[in-house]
C-alpha cells in the first residue's frame, strides 16, 4: 500500500522563549557607560589627579557600591528570571534572594577592595567600611531587588502567555488549513474524471440487470460527494458517521472491481458514539484500493477495526498488500497530512503507525477519546 500525494504543509510552529525587551536593553547600555565612568573616577583617584571632599568621597563610595552590586544583580536576576520562571514558577523568587545575598555581598568586598586600591579606603579601615556597609548592602538589594525581580517576573509571564497564545492560535489555523487539504484531496480524487466515469459506467451496467443496486450506488455516489462537500468544520466527527463514508466509498468501488474487493468492518457499539478526525479512516482505506486492489489481480481483502482501551481510541486499517514503511511518508503526502493533524489535535499521544504481521499490513490510527 503506497502513500497519497497531497500539497505540502506549512513549515514548523515555531517555539522560543520571549526575549529580552528593550527597556532591559537600554539599562545595560547605561549601566555600561556608568561603570566606565567609574573606572575612569577611580584610575584618577589613585594617580593622585583627582581630589575628594568628604561629601564626594561619600558619592563616590555610594557610587562604587552600586556599581558593583546593582550591575551584576540585574543581569543575574534578569538570567534567573528566564531560565527558571517556566521550570519553577514558586521557586523563582528564593533564587532571585540567594542571588542577591551573592552578589550583594561580593559587589561589597570588591567595593571596598577598589576603593582600597585607588587610595579613597585607608586600610586600617577596609574591614570597618565592610562590616558597617554589608548590612545595608544585603538590605538594600533584597528589597530593590526583589521588586525588580517580582515586576520582570511579571512581565515575562505576561510575555510568555501571550506567546503560548499567538503558538495555539497558530496551531489552530494550521490544523484547520490540514483539514481543509485533507478535505480537497478527498474530494478531487472522487470528482476525478476516471473515477465518475468508472462509477457512472458501473451505474450503467447495473441498470438494465439489477436496477436496484443501480440506484442504490447512485445514492452512495451522491452521499459520498454530499459529505466531502459539506464536512463539518468541526476538526472531529462521530465514528458512526465516518465508517458510513467509509463503507458507502467501498460498495461504489465493488461495482467496479466486483470480488476483487473484499472488505469487513468491525467497530464495536461503543465506538460509534467517539469522535475522530474526519476523512482519517476514508483516507487509509481508499490508499488501499488505489494501490493494492487495483494494481492486484487477485484484488485484496480490507478489514477495519476498533477497539477502546483505558481512554485510548484505536482505529485499524487491514490489508493484504505488500506494506510499506511509515518512515518513508513525507509531509507532502496524504498520510503525511494525516500524521501531522494527529500530532496538532492530540499532540503526542496522537500517531499513526505501520505494522507487518503475518502477511498483513496493519495501518493504526491512535489518540485519546478526550482531550
Same mark, same amino acid.
Given at each position: ?51 575628594? /571632599? ?7 563610595? %555610594? &557610587? @562604587?557600591?552600586?556599581?558593583?552590586? #546593582? =550591575? +551584576? ?29 551573592? /552578589? ?7 567595593? %571596598? &577592595? @577598589?576603593?582600597?586600591?585607588?587610595? #579613597? =579606603? +585607608? ?29 520582570? /517576573? ?7 502567555? %501571550? ?209
Amino acid at each position: 500500500m503506497n502513500c497519497e500525494k497531497n500539497s505540502p504543509t506549512d513549515s514548523a510552529i515555531p517555539r522560543s522563549r520571549p526575549k529580552p525587551n528593550l527597556a532591559f536593553n537600554l539599562v545595560k547600555v547605561v549601566g555600561f557607560i556608568c561603570f566606565l565612568t567609574l573606572i575612569i573616577a577611580v584610575l584618577l583617584l589613585s594617580l593622585g589627579r583627582m581630589h575628594l /571632599t568628604g561629601s564626594g568621597t561619600h558619592i563616590l563610595f %555610594a &557610587f @562604587v557600591y552600586t556599581s558593583f552590586i #546593582a =550591575l +551584576p544583580s540585574m543581569f543575574v536576576l534578569n538570567w534567573i528570571g528566564h531560565r527558571f520562571t517556566g521550570s519553577y514558577p514558586r521557586l523563582v523568587y528564593l533564587f532571585h534572594a540567594l542571588a542577591l545575598l551573592c /552578589t550583594s555581598t561580593v559587589g561589597c568586598f570588591t567595593g %571596598a &577592595f @577598589v576603593l582600597r586600591i585607588a587610595g #579613597a =579606603l +585607608p586600610a586600617p579601615e577596609y574591614w570597618i567600611e565592610i562590616h558597617s556597609s554589608l548590612p545595608f548592602a544585603m538590605v538594600a538589594s533584597l528589597i530593590i531587588g526583589l521588586v525588580n525581580a517580582a515586576y520582570d /517576573t511579571m512581565h515575562y509571564k505576561l510575555r510568555a502567555t %501571550a506567546l503560548e497564545l499567538q503558538t495555539r492560535q497558530f496551531e489552530h489555523e494550521r490544523a484547520n488549513k490540514l483539514l481543509a487539504e485533507a478535505k480537497l484531496s478527498s474530494l478531487e480524487s472522487r470528482i476525478a474524471p476516471h473515477f465518475l466515469f468508472n462509477t457512472l459506467n458501473s451505474i450503467a451496467a447495473l441498470i438494465p440487470v439489477d436496477p436496484v443496486r443501480a440506484e442504490d450506488t447512485v445514492g452512495k455516489l451522491a452521499s459520498l460527494l454530499r459529505f466531502s462537500l459539506n464536512a463539518n468544520h468541526s476538526s472531529l466527527v462521530p465514528i458512526a458517521q465516518e465508517i458510513k463514508v467509509v463503507r458507502d466509498y467501498l460498495e461504489i468501488e465493488r461495482t467496479r472491481f466486483g470480488e476483487r474487493l473484499v472488505y469487513d468492518i468491525n467497530i464495536p457499539e461503543e465506538l460509534k458514539g467517539l469522535n475522530t478526525p474526519p476523512l482519517a479512516l476514508q483516507s487509509l482505506v481508499e490508499n488501499v484500493v488505489k494501490h493494492v486492489v487495483a494494481e492486484s489481480s487477485q484484488g485484496a481483502r480490507i478489514r477495519v477495526t476498533g477497539s477502546y482501551q483505558q481512554d485510548v481510541v484505536y482505529l485499524d486499517v487491514m490489508d493484504d498488500g505488500p506494506g510499506f514503511s511509515l518512515e518513508s511518508i513525507s509531509p507532502d503526502h496524504g498520510l503525511g497530512n494525516l500524521v501531522a493533524r494527529l500530532e496538532l489535535l492530540f499532540g503526542d499521544r496522537g500517531r499513526l503507525s505501520v505494522t507487518q504481521l503475518d502477511h498483513t499490513t496493519i495501518v493504526r490510527i491512535e489518540y485519546p477519546a478526550s482531550l
